[in-house]
């Protein structure tokens, strides 16, 4: 039964990276990453606002690394997510972000002192031999000729980046519980996606709109969250974190109902080529805890 928390979660962002491609067509990418934040604060201050106010001391020392978190984890991984959606699919967005425990993994070489296994290398590269598979449609001469997509671009540097807010995140190992720091987080989010709001064009939250920011507010940013967390309470980090690999699959099937987005043989093999190198880099380095905080 407890293995249902994980699946859930999983899908919710699966749902998520569906949500980042269709409002790309009804509201401005700064906006609905200022909205998605705004009303997960809302829905979060009635909760936590005391109890965060009551830790205020053991939280301030803490501040500037926090502002950090929330620049990384959900200022520039959320919008880049948002602005890559106007030239990539859904299904390349979650291919590409299940790229991130590989990442997390090297970038825990320089920042955690960690030693990477041959399973890691091998998975490495086998990995990336999928990616490129996948984003030059099968024939590699394409994507050295005309290079990636601009949005498969800004989905590759919103990896690497939420990559990098998981391991800081490990590194630096703050007094503060799970929520607290997400609500602090949320509240620096805010003020920095502030002027983003401003400066888009399209702001007004629609009838068309408000569906996809309450889902990626409400579902992904709170409820996803705190299922995972449920999760790995019940059932262990490890075993919580196989079922990431579910979210590229789940993206693609329903990206392929809800969008129309066409499967080739390229995305099933180097999908394949992708997850495979992912889980083999996994079996003897275990990423514990990498994407515990995953806010797709």
Same mark, same amino acid.
């Given at each position: 039964?407890? #293995? ?14 569906? =949500? ?14 200022? #909205? ?7 829905? @979060? ?15 301030? +020392?803490?501040?500037?690394? *926090? ?14 997510? /948002? ?15 299940? $790229? ?24 490495? =590269? ?7 598979? &996948? ?19 800004? &989905? ?8 990098? /807010?998981?391991?800081? *995140? ?22 920095? $996606?502030?002027? @983003? ?17 309450? /889902? ?5 940013? =709170?409820?996803? +969250? ?8 019940? *059932? ?5 974190? &196989? ?6 699959? &789940? ?5 392929? =109902? ?39």
């Amino acid at each position: 039964m407890f #293995y249902l928390l994980p699946f859930f979660t999983v899908a919710i962002w699966a749902g998520n990276a569906i =949500v980042n491609k269709m409002a790309f067509s009804v509201i401005d990418p700064g906006a609905i990453s200022f #909205y998605r934040w705004f009303f997960a604060l809302i829905a @979060l201050t009635p909760f936590l606002i005391k109890s965060v106010w009551r830790e205020r001391v053991i939280i301030k +020392p803490y501040l500037s690394k *926090l502002a950090f978190l929330a620049l990384l984890g959900m200022v520039l991984n959320q919008s880049l997510g /948002y602005f890559a959606a106007a030239t990539t699919s859904a299904t390349n967005i979650a291919l590409i972000i299940s $790229l991130v425990p590989l990442v997390s993994m090297f970038l825990s070489v320089p920042l955690l002192g960690q030693r990477l296994s041959p399973f890691a290398l091998i998975g490495a =590269v086998l990995s990336l031999s999928g990616l490129v598979l &996948m984003l030059s449609h099968g024939h590699i001469t394409n994507l050295i000729s005309q290079g990636i997509k601009q949005g498969d671009g800004l &989905m590759l540097l919103a990896a690497v980046v939420y990559a990098l /807010y998981c391991v800081l *995140l490990k590194r630096w190992k703050m007094p503060i519980s799970n929520w607290h720091s997400v609500y602090v987080q949320c509240l620096f989010a805010v003020a920095m $996606l502030t002027p @983003l709001l401003l400066t888009s064009h399209r702001m007004a939250i629609t009838a068309a709109a408000a569906p996809l920011i309450l /889902y990626a507010a409400l579902l992904a940013s =709170v409820l996803a +969250p705190w299922l995972w967390m449920q999760s790995i309470e019940r *059932l262990g980090a490890d075993r919580t974190a &196989m079922f990431m690999n579910l979210l590229p699959i &789940m993206a693609a099937g329903i990206a392929s =109902v809800m969008l129309g987005e066409q499967l080739h043989s390229y995305h099933y093999i180097g999908g394949v080529m992708v997850l495979s190198g992912v889980a083999l880099a996994q079996k003897r380095a275990k990423a514990k805890k990498q994407i515990d905080a995953v806010t797709a």
